[in-house]
């Protein structure tokens, strides 16, 4: 697809971001930079960019939407072959719209509604529930950076919204998804710049919290190798070497939950932290305990558990194997 002229930056290179706004792969070093610079300057411009059925998800119009999906349904009966293929074709249509030169999908949308006009924030949540319990519309729809709803709910940049961060949580949102430049929510709540405003430090809190509580991963590695983790250690060791008596609240969500992981290593899961699922051991180590399936948590964890785990697998001389999750190999 070509992209409009005006949608092309142009950086000190001279080189445009047209190769960029057209892939969805991941990024690295100059070229995230190149698309978070565009980010900042190419927002959704309602009047502009949104068409009829945009509006009436901006507006928290539920009449119209519920009207639209049934008009979406009956167009697909006509040719599907049952009513649930015939539901799940509405749903992906919904689910593959989007708006504006970042691509924003339906729930975004529904977030940036929320941001723009609170005082219809009701309406709007309203809209998402319906999206989610009537139309089955899937919440991991992702913006050009990569980003899905429950991201941008919890990064705290530029607000930090856990109701309906929650109600997408609920409906099988992943708090551990990774943006384009392959960092998750935590590396934007972990950059607090206002040092000095116990505001934004405490939200910077609250929304780390919510990500632990909810099975968030601080020690994944986005894209150059950084982890939301290490950010917060440097912070630390900054102001120690500084000599700084200045003391974030995020530490004491960091240091509560770490303590909390330790002491209940035996009983739930080596990477997300929860118990709320049937857990099975690495079946190379025999040590690491992971959630069942749907949830990826072993996958996820072997960039990080592969070293310890074959040390450990070495100090039990068992014979080497292959790590594999439910016979699926990992490596």
């Known amino acids: 697809m070509h992209c409009p002229a005006e949608w092309l930056v142009q950086m000190k290179d001279g080189q445009p971001l047209e190769e960029l706004l057209q892939t969805d792969g991941p990024l690295r070093g100059f070229e995230s930079q190149r698309l978070r610079s565009y980010f900042t300057s190419h927002g959704l411009v309602p009047v502009r960019d949104l ?20 008009n979406r349904l009956a167009r697909f009966r006509a040719s599907a072959r049952s009513e649930e293929e015939a539901r799940k074709a509405a749903a992906h249509e919904i689910y593959e719209l989007s708006w504006g030169p970042t691509r924003v999908p339906v729930y975004d949308l529904i977030f940036l509604a929320i941001l723009v006009t609170p005082e219809q924030r009701q309406g709007l949540l309203d809209v998402a529930r319906y999206l989610i319990a009537e139309a089955k519309v899937p919440v991991d729809g992702a913006d050009l950076s990569g980003a899905q709803a429950i991201y941008h709910c919890v990064s705290t940049k530029p607000v930090f919204d856990p109701e309906l961060a929650q109600i997408l949580y609920d409906a099988g949102g992943d708090v551990n998804a990774r943006n384009r430049y392959g960092g998750t929510s935590a590396h934007e709540i972990v950059l607090v710049y206002d040092l000095h405003n116990r505001e934004t430090m405490q939200r910077s809190a609250d929304a780390l919290k919510w990500f632990l509580d909810h099975g968030g991963n601080l020690d994944i590695k986005d894209n150059d190798g950084a982890t939301a983790r290490s950010c917060i250690v440097s912070m630390r060791e900054k102001m120690r070497t500084a000599r700084r008596s200045l003391r974030l609240p995020m530490w004491d969500v960091l240091d509560r939950e770490d303590q909390r992981r330790a002491r209940l290593a035996e009983s739930i899961c080596s990477f997300c932290g929860r118990d709320d699922a049937k857990l099975l051991k690495c079946s190379q180590c025999m040590k690491a305990r992971y959630c069942t399936p749907p949830r990826t948590c072993q996958k996820s964890d072997w960039p990080k558990h592969k070293t310890p785990c074959k040390a450990a697998s070495r100090t039990q001389a068992q014979p080497a194997t292959q790590a594999t999750y439910l016979g699926v190999p990992l490596f």
């Open 51 to 70: 068409d009829l059925y945009g509006m009436a998800v901006f507006s928290g119009n539920r009449i119209d939407v519920k009207t639209d999906f049934e």
